[in-house]
C-alpha cells in the first residue's frame, strides 16, 4: 500500500512540476493593462480558472519569434505561447515579456517561476 502511494504521489508531483504559468499583464490589441493566469500542463489549460482540455499541435515560426500552438477546449480554441521573451515599447515605455495569443488575441505575460507562486 505505501509503495502505491508512494507512486501516486510522484507521479502527481511530475504532472504539476511540467506545469508552466503565465500572468498575463498587458492586452496588446486593446493597448491596456490585464492581469489573469494561465496555466498550461500536459493535457488542460486554466485560463482564469476555467479549465480546458487540452491538445498541442506544434510549432509555429513567424518574424523570427517561434510559438508552441495548442488546441483547447470543446470549441477547439487557438492558443500559441512564444517560446522566447520579448520587448516592445517606445523611449517612453517599454514591456518585457512572452507574447501569449488566445483565439487571436494577444498578450504579453510574465513567466511565474516556483517561488512567484
Sequence with gaps: MRKVFLLLVLLVGCITANAESYRIKYNGKGEKIASFVVTLSSDNVIINNDVFS??????????????NSYCYGRNDGMLCV???????????????????????KAYIADKITKTDK
Excluded at 487540452?54 to 510559438?67: A, E, M, W
Excluded at 512572452?98 to 487571436?104: R, S
Design 54 to 67: 487540452l491538445r498541442r499541435l506544434g510549432t509555429i515560426t513567424n518574424s523570427g519569434l517561434t510559438f
Design 82 to 104: 512564444s517560446t522566447s521573451s520579448i520587448a516592445v515599447g517606445d523611449l517612453f515605455r517599454r514591456i518585457t515579456g512572452y507574447i501569449i495569443m488566445i483565439d487571436n
